[in-house]
């Protein structure tokens, strides 16, 4: 099997959208500009794609409240105190910040809708 998409039911998808587009250049393969708002984004390389939508037949959970540890959207960035700093400008909050023994650089911001979000620069690649 080869992974298609993971899905998050967010209280606004449009303005969701447009923030990761504008600010952690994804762009967006499938919209609908009806409910449920329906937005498939995909990551700079074309690897990943991420559906958010808003759908009240759901609960919207409170993503805010999750720990890190238990959810997150992690991209890889080659500067991510860099991203850091811009993307907490474009509203995105400060978490956590570790340098590992292996070189890794991680990064942990929540966006502006409380989804925690990981900037990472491996050591060693993943892929």
């Known amino acids: ?6 899905g998050l039911n967010v209280p606004d998808a449009t303005a969701m959208a447009n923030w990761y ?3 952690c250049r994804m762009r967006v393969v499938r919209s609908m500009e009806e409910a449920p708002y329906m937005h498939f984004l995909a990551d700079e390389g074309g690897r990943v794609v991420m559906e958010i939508y808003s759908n009240p037949a759901a609960p919207i959970p409170d993503y805010s ?3 890190p540890m238990r959810f997150h959207i992690a991209f890889t960035e ?3 105190g860099a991203a850091k700093e811009r993307l907490i400008r474009a509203g995105a909050s400060f978490v956590d910040e570790d340098q590992l023994e292996d070189g890794s650089h991680l990064v ?4 502006p809708w409380g989804i925690p979000l ?3 620069k491996r050591g060693t690649p993943l892929i």
Do not use: G, K
């Open 118 to 120: 990981q900037l990472c």
């Open 78 to 80: 080659s500067d991510p």
């Open 1 to 6: 099997m080869e992974f298609e998409h993971f």
């Open 21 to 23: 587009v504008e600010h």
């Open 65 to 67: 409240t999750q720990h």
């Open 108 to 111: 942990m911001l929540r966006d």
